[in-house]
């Protein structure tokens, strides 16, 4: 009897999946600020910016009217939103993408899981290439699928090669690839070509592909594809978070293949029912901010030129080709076997906070440590100086 009881609130084995360690670097850096300490920001991976002003106001005008606009919307959304959204793509790309294609959901995460649901079953295998955001890979455990993670490096510019992924298809055949351009951690980007030659040879081999195109928009070295461009078969997911400043919005979208949207909206109607729909309103009034978000990329151009320039001269001169999203990936192994004591103690002693690679690499991130620059011109002057002072004492 009580053993029995004792077993109701057992987690299951599929819930043990690891805490998302930047988390615990901002609880830390929380702590620091609560005892009167100056922190530069640098963990975590999320605009300082506002949403735009034109967001904003539509949902001011929403939350002032009679509210009967704020009920459940359609699981897939707000028409009109899908309708824009699909425009984006005519606009941004001249892709053509019918607004029927377009499922809004709460954030990229949601759509993670609509995706892996939609087309995994349990025991498939999904290529990842690593260093990668480790939800995809704790969704997928979850989810009781296979992440199978491919190295990148140098000679395709931290890409996943199409050599590699086939690869591990010969190995066990694989159901998905799950690619993304700009990527988080490492910033860096795909050129077209790489990109399509990988959807093209994937989806020859049978392997569908998730293409997370989260941080598009924010390309720097070289403008970003959507995957949409080389195949129709493609499952794309984006996001208003990072371009768009609207992080805690929770709004993002697939843009899925004719078989698969019709499945997602029924798992959507039972997950979720919809999307917040005050956030809806202020995505869709969102693509009529550009003009702001372009101010706000121009000030992410600059920090990025400051990191580039200033860090190498802290003698933090090892990172990747820092290509787009918001993100400076430096090796640290010239200082410390250890980027996660190296992370605590930049913290500590020099007030900076950055990511330790361990979050984005289970084998390789001992060596690296990601710097977010989505925060003011001031932060980024100022973290220089201090990681500057910090690496002499150190060294
Ligand atoms: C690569 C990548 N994909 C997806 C997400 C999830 O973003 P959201 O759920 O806010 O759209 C993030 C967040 O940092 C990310 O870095």
Redesign the pocket.
């Known amino acids: 009897m009580t053993s029995d009881r004792a077993r109701l609130c057992l987690p299951s084995a599929r819930s043990d999946v690891p805490p998302f360690m930047v988390m615990d670097v901002m609880s830390a850096a929380a702590r620091l600020e609560q005892a009167g300490r100056h922190v530069v920001h640098m963990e975590v991976?999320q605009p300082e910016a506002p949403a735009p002003s034109t967001a904003l106001a539509a949902a001011r005008a929403a939350l002032s009217g009679s509210g009967a606009a704020l009920g459940y919307t359609e699981s897939l959304g707000i028409p009109s939103l899908r309708v824009r959204i699909a425009r984006h793509y005519v606009e941004t790309y001249g892709e053509a993408v019918d607004p029927a294609s377009v499922l809004v959901t709460t954030?990229?995460?949601?759509a993670f899981v609509l995706a892996f649901l939609a087309l995994l079953e349990p025991g498939d295998r999904v290529a990842l290439s690593v260093p990668a955001?480790p939800?995809y890979r704790h969704i997928l455990t979850a989810l009781g699928c296979v992440p199978v993670l491919i190295r990148t490096g140098p000679e395709a510019r931290y890409a996943m090669t199409t050599e590699a992924l086939l690869a591990a298809h010969r190995e066990a055949p694989l159901k998905a690839v799950l690619i993304?351009s700009p990527?988080?951690p490492t910033g860096t980007m795909m050129t077209s070509d790489a990109l399509a030659r990988l959807v093209a040879t994937a989806e020859d081999a049978g392997i569908a592909v998730i293409s997370?195109e989260?941080?598009h928009g924010l390309d720097y070295a070289f403008p970003a594809t959507t995957a949409l461009t080389t195949s129709r078969k493609t499952v794309v997911i984006n996001?208003f978070?990072k371009y768009f400043c609207m992080?805690g919005w929770?709004v993002?979208w697939i843009v899925a293949p004719d078989a698969l949207v019709r499945p997602m909206e029924r798992l959507h109607q039972n997950l979720a029912i919809s999307v917040p729909t005050l956030s809806q309103v202020a995505a869709e009034a969102a693509f009529d901010g550009r003009a702001e978000m372009e101010a706000v990329k121009a000030g992410y151009a600059r920090n990025r030129e400051i990191l580039t320039t200033g860090l190498p001269a802290c003698g933090l001169d090892r990172f990747l080709p820092v290509d787009g999203a918001f993100y400076l990936y430096a090796d640290v192994s010239a200082f410390t076997p250890d980027s996660h004591a190296f992370a605590r103690a930049l913290l500590e002693e020099a007030g900076v906070a950055a990511t330790p690679g361990l979050d984005f690499d289970p084998a390789e991130g001992h060596r690296w440590v990601r710097f977010s620059y989505a925060r003011s011109q001031a932060d980024m002057i100022e973290a220089v100086a201090r990681i500057g002072r910090w690496l002499k004492g150190a060294g």
Do not use: E, Q
Request: glycine fraction near 16%; proline fraction near 6%; charge should be neutral.
């Open positions: 991976g954030g990229s995460s949601a955001y939800p993304a990527a988080n997370d989260i941080y996001s978070s992080t929770r993002g």
